[in-house]
T-cell receptor, first 111, second 114 residues
Framework: QQQVKQSPQSLIVQKGGISIINCAYE??????FPWYQQFPGKGPALLIA?????SEKKEGRFTISFNKSAKQFSLHIMDSQPGDSATYFC??????????FGKGTTLSVSS | DAGVIQSPRHEVTEMGQEVTLRCKPI?????LFWYRQTMMRGLELLIY????????DSGMPEDRFSAKMPNASFSTLKIQPSEPRDSAVYFC????????????FGPGTRLTVL
């Protein structure tokens, strides 16, 4: 029940295309859903996060869509650029506990 | 601020040796996390502390692993004895607290056990 399942494991997108990464969770107590971005040789860094009181959050080219009833959330990267090539982790958490991370998606944006 | 500091950045050791990884969290942060990253398992939470107290160590793989946080500005992760399957990148992260706070990750320590 503590797992966060992330898909796909890897993704190749053409420059200018839309990248979509999906995550699903089981624990209905989770109420914080961040996405982290990791470049090779670096630690993950927070990209964008959402709370379940909204169904969508947008920051620039990055959008989180959240479906509470389905217990799913996704990251959409619009107009994907080669500089977006990285590993993306979804996570879920609740107050007073550590985040549970998905296994990651390696995104490659071809120019 | 310098961010989360980890040392060493790279460690190569032989099977059976003791390995100590070090972490200095961001000043003022009350929560500290140790993660292990491998291709097979992704990012695994090993243990986390809040106000220097270990809260959950259920992710520590076996008794060969131990972690301490003697004060708010320093933590260690020790592996004794090390084994080849311990080879991974180990990250330390800190956050202001456990409630919906951004975790700031260090640059990681790449451990290779021969």
């Amino acid at each position: 029940q503590q797992q966060v399942k992330q898909s796909p494991q890897s993704l190749i997108v053409q420059k200018g295309g839309i990248s979509i990464i999906n995550c699903a969770y089981e624990n209905t107590a989770f109420d914080y859903f961040p996405w982290y971005q990791q470049f090779p040789g670096k630690g993950p860094a927070l990209l964008i996060a959402i709370r379940p009181d909204v169904s969508e959050k947008k920051e620039g080219r990055f959008t989180i869509s959240f479906n509470k009833s389905a217990k799913q959330f996704s990251l959409h990267i619009m107009d994907s650029q080669p500089g977006d090539s990285a590993t993306y982790f979804c996570a879920a958490g609740q107050a007073g506990t550590a985040l549970i991370f998905g296994k990651g998606t390696t995104l490659s944006v071809s120019s | 601020d310098a961010g989360v500091i980890q040392s060493p950045r790279h460690e190569v050791t032989e099977m059976g040796q003791e390995v100590t990884l070090r972490c200095k969290p961001i000043s003022g942060h009350n929560s500290l996390f140790w993660y292990r990253q491998t291709m097979m398992r992704g990012l695994e939470l090993l243990i986390y502390f809040n106000n220097n107290v270990p809260i959950d160590d259920s992710g520590m793989p076996e008794d060969r692993f131990s972690a301490k946080m003697p004060n708010a500005s320093f933590s260690t992760l020790k592996i004794q004895p090390s084994e080849p399957r311990d080879s991974a990148v180990y990250f330390c992260a800190s956050s202001p607290g456990l409630d919906y706070n951004e975790q700031f990750f260090g640059p990681g320590t790449r451990l290779t056990v021969l």
